[in-house]
């Protein structure tokens, strides 16, 4: 959780008309997301929902859904960490990498693909919502968002693999693991009937793959051949 806290350190108050505030304190892991009066710690809710999934989805579930602090204060840091990751990789030259990337050409490559991360975050829970019905599940945004936000964790903090190119391909076994937090997570979050969770899952990750797919382009474009 290095790369969390290095977030953590780095970052500043938010705070948009008093209605949400992401501020670290004490330069550790105490990074809280405060909304509407409710806090959470980044760090505490990463580790739960990682190690302990069926027990924290519940808690999920029953927590009051704001869409903007859970994207802003918890999906957009995460999110920073594999296009972070890979900035430094190119620019200092990661582990197993011999070419450095100029820096604006590295610059570029990771905003691009934080844009188009934050960006499938926000497709696929419209998908997710979208697809509820379909599987016997209740519509609702924001629990689309909370589970798609919370089952793309792994993904997001295996990012920090992307320091040693060798490694990044690891990454694979985090976004399986993130298959299954999904599987776990729609019955909670969409109120599908568990015996549907497997294809109401399937569906979901085929529309995920294609939005890797579009992520994959979208940065290759913007990352020089060497």
Same mark, same amino acid.
């Given at each position: 959780f290095f790369a969390i806290d290095f977030i953590a350190n780095s970052a500043r108050c938010i705070c948009t008309r008093g209605t949400f505030c992401l501020k670290f304190k004490n330069f550790g892991t105490h990074a809280y997301i405060a909304s509407q009066g409710e806090t959470m710690n980044l760090v505490q809710r990463v580790q739960d929902i990682l190690l302990k999934p069926k027990e924290t989805w519940p808690v999920i579930a029953a927590e009051p859904g704001y869409a903007k602090s859970l994207?802003? !204060?918890?999906?957009?840091?995460?999110?920073?960490?594999? +296009?972070?990751a890979s900035f430094v990789s190119m620019v200092l030259g990661g582990l197993g990498m011999y070419t450095r990337?100029?820096?604006?050409?590295?610059?570029?490559? %990771?905003?691009? %693909?934080?844009?188009?991360? @934050?960006?499938?975050? @926000? @497709? @696929?829970?419209?998908?997710?919502?979208?697809? %509820? +019905?379909?599987?016997? !599940?209740?519509?609702?945004?924001v629990n689309a968002l909370k589970v798609v936000a919370y089952a793309m964790t792994p993904g997001f903090v295996a990012g920090v693999l992307n320091l040693v190119p060798s490694l990044s391909v690891l990454g694979t076994l985090a976004g399986l693991y993130g298959i299954y937090l999904l599987y776990l997570g729609l019955p909670v979050l969409m109120r599908c009937p568990p015996g549907k969770a497997a294809g109401y899952t399937t569906v979901v990750t085929i529309g995920g793959i294609a939005a890797g797919m579009v992520v994959g382009t979208a940065v290759a474009l913007f990352t020089p051949s060497f």
């Open positions: 994207f802003m !204060g918890y999906v957009a840091v995460l999110a920073s960490i594999p +296009p972070l990337v100029p820096l604006l050409s590295s610059l570029v490559a %990771a905003v691009v %693909a934080y844009a188009v991360s @934050l960006g499938m975050v @926000l @497709l @696929l829970g419209f998908w997710v919502d979208k697809l %509820a +019905p379909s599987f016997g !599940g209740t519509r609702n945004p």
